[in-house]
């Protein structure tokens, strides 16, 4: 079975202090490992898929990298419209029925306080 | 990357009711995909539906409770039949588009009293 888990469950931050997120994950054959951002009220927003150990991708503020056990997903000085919910999921690389489904974390809360 | 537009945005209903929650996407697509996302719990998916077949329903999940159709390559409806509390949720549909991995409609918050 699939697992996906992320920590912390939520964070606080001061305006400018990175951290980072971390996504462990289990599944049978990564096919991809995405992120999302899902906003109060909204639906998650696509930032990345990443799809083999090493990899690495840049958006703005955010850098997520993969590695065979975990993904992290980089916040460099954030700012306070960063804060939000980021959802991590895998798609496994098996075939039939079950190859489209995603399996999601229950995601990290990030607050970033002026 | 595809828009989707969901409606309703929300909604209270009444247990024993049903509720009819309609996806539509501005490109075609050939695989929609229907998520449940309960209070503080994870995106689950409820089932997959392809255009001119029937949906492919997760564990856990039956078609006699979340019937689906799928008309065309655009448009998408879930029912959630004879509500319970238990049934108050989000749910998203999702369409996946190449690099743009898997957008979602901004969700049905359903509350059911």
């Known amino acids: 079975e699939d697992q996906v888990t992320q920590s912390p469950e939520a964070l606080r931050l001061q305006e400018g202090e990175s951290s980072s997120l971390n996504c462990s994950y289990t599944?049978?054959?990564?096919?991809?490992l995405f992120w999302y951002r899902q906003d109060p009220g909204k639906g998650p927003e696509f930032l990345f898929t990443?799809?083999?150990a090493g990899e690495e991708k840049e958006k703005e503020r955010l850098k997520a990298t993969l590695t065979k056990k975990e993904s992290f997903l980089h916040i460099t000085a954030p700012k306070p419209e960063d804060s939000a919910t980021y959802l991590c999921?895998?798609?496994?690389?098996?075939?039939?029925?079950?190859?489209?489904?995603?399996?999601f974390g229950k995601g990290t809360k990030l607050s970033v306080i002026p | 990357s595809a828009v989707i537009s969901q409606k309703p945005s929300r909604d209270i209903c009444q247990r024993g009711t049903s509720l009819t929650i309609q996806c539509q996407v501005d490109s075609q697509v050939t695989m929609m995909f229907w998520y449940r996302q309960q209070p503080g719990q994870s995106l689950t998916l409820i089932a997959t539906a392809n255009q001119g077949s029937e949906a492919t329903y997760e564990s856990g999940f039956v078609i006699d409770k979340f019937p689906i159709s799928r008309p065309n390559l655009t448009f998408s409806t879930l029912t959630v039949s004879n509500m319970s509390p238990e049934d108050s949720s989000i749910y998203l549909c999702?369409?996946?588009?190449?690099?743009?991995?898997?957008?979602f409609g901004s969700g049905t918050r359903l509350t059911v009293v």
């Open positions: 990443l799809y083999s």
């Open positions: 999921a895998v798609q496994a690389g098996r075939s039939g029925a079950g190859s489209y489904q995603l399996t």
């Open positions: 999702s369409v996946a588009l190449g690099d743009y991995g898997y957008t």
């Open positions: 599944v049978s054959g990564l096919r991809g």
